[in-house]
Every structure is written in structure tokens, then in C-alpha cells.
């Protein structure tokens, strides 16, 4: 592509706009947040609103380099109604929120769901973050649920923010691949699955029941959310509480525990293990 970048200055108007993106209460006034990479944007341009088919992505800002680099995505941008400029890697540099940016930089329409929508589509496995804080974290835990084959992902009033840049970059994509509630209140969350016929287990080092011995049991096959807690205290007697059981994921070598993501990826596989075999809730067999 020969074209020269027509954003040269990052004191625009138009990457002033983007760049206030990386702050929150600018994100919930505009509605909007960012998404950098070629993974990241590459998804958005193909995501569309369940409701109306309204593309996700609105803006694509791209480097000359990038652009002839990743020339579908750019095509798929262009697609999907996005305004793509050609930038100086200055203004990307400007507008990203990373220390190395990969000359992509897109703007989407918020895209949660509201958590009555999950719950009418009687989800088989769900991921619940309750007080989850580390955007890193989230992003991560996200990947995981949507690798294990969950229908949603459900981000309590106490958890970080789901368009925090660090989250949409850790969740490589997956934030546009599965329906995601946020702001609802943990008991909430837990009273609405379990009314919905889901099982809802919270996923805690301390745990009196034994991840092996619900798979031995069989009680695993059905549809499951798991709760899971801060990275730090984990979940707080109250909340545990409220769940069907507080689970264990066991510790057979000589580490003290596992970091949450880790353990989150243990859990939802445990569950989609179970769902899957003979007489599980996603089984030919069993309907």
C-alpha cells in the first residue's frame, strides 16, 4: 500500500477521541472501548449485536506497515462499516495502551449481555467473577471459559471492568465469541443460575469437597457455574455460602496452591469433561 498515513499528529481531535478510550468513565460515557492486534481486531470486525446485527466494530486505526501487512483484516474492517485511517506509527503509539504496539488499534460498541438474556438461553457452563480485580486476570479466565466450551461469562459489581484494555487484550478475542454479563451482583448471579437448573459450585483452595472425587461421584455432568474468587483472599464466606458446594482443585505435588486462571481452566475442563461423557448433560444420549 502506498498511501501515506493521513493521522500524523496525535493532538488530533479524531486520536483524542480513541485515546480517552483507555480510561473508564470515558468508555462507559461513550460506549466504546479498544481493542489492539490483529487477533483482537480481526474478531471485532467479524462480531455483530445478537439483537440487530449492528457491527462491533466502529473505527480501525492502522500503520501503513500494518495495513499491507494485515491487509484482510483491513478489508474485513472496511467490511463491516469501520472508518479505517492510515496513522504514523507516532499516533498509533499514542492512542495504544501497550509497550509495543502491533499497528492495529479498533474501536467497538460495548457488547455485554444482559445476564436475563443468559439465563433465557439456559447456558451448561458458566463462568462467574466475583471480585475478581486483575484485568489481566479476567481477560484470562474469559479465554478459558470460552476454550472449555461455555455459554457465558458472568462479571460481578465487584469484579474489574470488562473493556479495561489490559482484560480485552488478555482474553485474545474470545471477549467476541461468547455472551458476557457484567455488574451483576454475586447473589444475584447464583440465586438466577440455580432457579435455571444449574448447579453452582465455587472454586476455593480450601474447599471442603474434592474436584476428583465430584468427577469419581458423577455428580459433574450437569449444567455447571463456577464462582470464582480475588486473586488474593479468594471468595468471602458469604459468598461461598450461597453455592451448592465449595470445591477443591487437588494439590497432589508440593505447590501451595494454583493462580486463578490456572485453577479456572482446571475446573471448566473438569466440567466439560463431565458434560461430554455418557449420561452428561451434553451427551447425544442424554438429550
Not at 36 to 47: L, T
Not at 80 to 94: K, P, T, Y
Not at 172 to 186: D, E, M, Q, T, Y
Request: hydrophobic letters at 45%; aromatic letters at 4%; glycine letters at 8%.
Amino acid at each position: 500500500m502506498s498511501a501515506a498515513p493521513e493521522l500524523i499528529s496525535p493532538r488530533s481531535a479524531r486520536v483524542s477521541a480513541a485515546r480517552r478510550l483507555a480510561r473508564r468513565n470515558f468508555r462507559g460515557k461513550d460506549r466504546l472501548f479498544l481493542a489492539e492486534g490483529p487477533q483482537a481486531v480481526r474478531e471485532a470486525a467479524a462480531h455483530r449485536a445478537p439483537a440487530d446485527g449492528t457491527p462491533t466494530l466502529v473505527e480501525l486505526f492502522a500503520t501503513v506497515d500494518a495495513a499491507d501487512r494485515y491487509a484482510d483484516i483491513v478489508g474485513e474492517a472496511r467490511a463491516a462499516g469501520a472508518r479505517v485511517h492510515l496513522a504514523d506509527e507516532s499516533v498509533i503509539a499514542d492512542i495504544s495502551t501497550t509497550v509495543t504496539p502491533q499497528g492495529l488499534v479498533g474501536i467497538c460498541r460495548f457488547l455485554d449481555t444482559p445476564f436475563e438474556e443468559i439465563l433465557a438461553a439456559r447456558p451448561r457452563l458458566v463462568a462467574v467473577l466475583a471480585h475478581v480485580r486483575d484485568p489481566g486476570n479476567a481477560g484470562t479466565v474469559l479465554r478459558c471459559a470460552d476454550a472449555a466450551g461455555a455459554e457465558a461469562v458472568v462479571l460481578t459489581d465487584a469484579s474489574v471492568d470488562l473493556y479495561n484494555p489490559k482484560t480485552v487484550r488478555a482474553s485474545v478475542g474470545s471477549l467476541f465469541h461468547l455472551p458476557v454479563a457484567v455488574g451483576v451482583p454475586v447473589e444475584q448471579a447464583v440465586a438466577g443460575l440455580r432457579d435455571t437448573g444449574v448447579r453452582v459450585l465455587a472454586a476455593d483452595g480450601a474447599g471442603q469437597d474434592d474436584l476428583d472425587d465430584e468427577l469419581d461421584k458423577g455428580t459433574m455432568g450437569g449444567p455447571t457455574a463456577w464462582v470464582f474468587g480475588n486473586e488474593a483472599w479468594g471468595l468471602p464466606e458469604e459468598t461461598r455460602a450461597l453455592t451448592d458446594a465449595v470445591v477443591r482443585v487437588p494439590l497432589h505435588g508440593k505447590a501451595e496452591s494454583l493462580n486463578l486462571a490456572t485453577a479456572a481452566a482446571v475446573c471448566l475442563y473438569a466440567s466439560a469433561r463431565a458434560q461430554r461423557a455418557f449420561g452428561g448433560c451434553r451427551t447425544v444420549t442424554s438429550g
